[in-house]
């Protein structure tokens, strides 16, 4: 299974002196970073290794003698204090006319791999995204065993639906235990479940932070440091809302939801399809679902809006392009959809370029003179083919 990053990651290494490789856990990183160094001269870290990590007790001295290879440095949050020392060498190899290809860094999360980055890589390195499998990497796979189990690479291809269901909760308790106590202040793992928990049966929704304090039992400022943790591990994601004066009343909050759908129906017990078909989340969720898949295939200088006034207009999914022209994106689970008023007043307002309704069908075809309701694999393509 080629993932669709695999020839921009490629690019991005001949180009670049480092490369950062960010995703949640189990995502895949490891596994494409290992087959890209089988066609290079390259050296692989795991800092998870106390032995690699030992071989690293002078960085700067084992670093220097590999300064022909491609060093790829796994967990690479787990050591902070490598960024200077790269800094150095790299500027070195610059000197000595190597320009491109000298570190690829995997990291689990943005937070403390951006800081560290950004303070002492400025202008030497270059940051890619590896979500779990998403639409357009699964081959034949039918797309509901993709939103039923989600994307990452140990459920989705699980031997059967019990078996990926045990592995996404088994990852919830590691994730919970083990990972995200290594990235901020000691949190007590039953309560930022709870909260997990909470974010699974809204998914979707508005933010309403001062609600997720109050069912927790913490203060705002604290409810607020939890789902920023978790947004900062890849695992939620805030879509915010479309923020141009149009002269009327707009909705302000974002919508948030966790960006793996196989993880919302862990945290919410839904064991097969049948019982996701039948629960109360499953319209929130196809939406969310449909949403984190056309991103994981937009480019990166697209950015992604909702779109919601106080008099009901409203829009799923908003693409903004650079050069300002707009998409719209409804998302209907029907197989015959139907669009609402709301859509309308919205595209009126916002006169997007193109309006599209991503159902669960198979046929492309109009709506309207300039609508047409796409399936998700056709639209990701179009996404992917820009």
Known sequence: ????????????????????????????????????????????????????????????????????????????????????????????????????????????????????????????????????FQILEIGDRPLDQLWLRGGFPESLLAPDDAKSLRWRQDFIRSYLERDIPQFGPRIAAETLRRFWTMLAHHQGGLLNTAQFARNLGVDVKTAGGYLGLLVDLLLVRRLPPWHANLGKRLVKSPKVFIRDSGLVHALLNIPDKESLLAHPVVGAGWESFVVENLLANADTTIQAYFYRSSAGAE???????????LWAVEIKR??????????????????????????????????AEDIEAIPLPMLAEVLRGR
Not at 318 to 323: E, F, K, N, S, Y
Request: aromatic letters at 6%; one cysteine or more; a positive charge.
């Open 1 to 132: 299974m080629k993932r669709s990053l695999t020839d921009q990651l490629l690019d991005a290494i001949d180009h670049t002196p480092a490369v950062a490789l960010l995703g949640p856990r189990q995502s895949g990183k490891t596994t494409l970073a290992l087959e890209i160094a089988q066609g290079r001269n390259a050296l692989y870290l795991d800092l998870e290794s106390e032995q690699d990590r030992a071989k690293l007790a002078q960085p700067e001295l084992y670093l220097a003698d590999h300064l022909d290879k491609l060093v790829i440095l796994d967990e690479v949050h787990r050591a902070p204090g490598l960024f200077p020392v790269l800094r150095g060498l790299i500027d070195r190899s610059r000197r000595a006319g190597r320009r491109a290809g000298q570190y690829l860094l995997l990291g689990s999360a943005s937070l403390d791999l951006l800081k560290q980055s950004g303070e002492t890589l400025a202008g030497r390195i270059a940051y890619l995204e590896l979500t779990p």
């Open 315 to 325: 829009i799923d999914l908003l693409l903004a392009w650079p050069d300002k022209r």
């Open 334 to 367: 029907s197989l015959t959809p139907r669009l609402e008023r709301g859509f309308h007043v919205a595209c009126a307002d916002l006169k997007p370029e193109r309006r599209y309704v991503v159902y669960p069908g198979s046929e492309r075809y109009r709506l």
